[in-house]
Nanobody, 115 residues
Framework: QVQLVESGGGLVQPGGSLRLSCAAS????????VGWYRQAPGKQRDLVAQ???????NYADSVKGRFTISRDNAKNTVYLQMNSLKAEDTAVYYC?????????WGQGTQVTVFS
């Protein structure tokens, strides 16, 4: 059974930074593509960043240059480094692992950017 646990969310002022972690309990973590998504109240869940099995990354335009996704296959973990945070980054952040058409979601971690 695949389980994902996100951590690292919290309260931060505009311009601040947070690093989110997504730890997976799964064999062969390296064969999964992983993405970070976010959902603000009353809005749909949107892709923030994703990283392929080979390390290729892709970002939403709204976070390019501010967020960095990375993975450590030895630790079964994907990270999302978030810098220069803005109020509009406030949301619940979820990670998703994908392989062969199967998707696995974590429970989410809240990020709140406030002044």
């Amino acid at each position: 059974q695949v389980q994902l646990v996100e951590s690292g969310g919290g309260l931060v002022q505009p311009g601040g930074s947070l690093r989110l972690s997504c730890a997976a309990s799964v064999n062969n973590f390296m064969v999964y593509a992983v993405g970070w998504y976010r959902q603000a109240p009353g809005k749909q869940r949107d892709l923030v960043a994703q990283i392929s099995t080979g390390g290729t990354t892709n970002y939403a335009d709204s976070v390019k240059g501010r967020f960095t996704i990375s993975r450590d296959n030895a630790k079964n973990t994907v990270y999302l480094q978030m810098n220069s945070l803005k109020a509009e980054d406030t949301a619940v952040y979820y990670c998703k692992m994908t392989r062969l058409g199967y998707n696995y979601w974590g429970q989410g971690t809240q990020v709140t950017v406030f002044s």
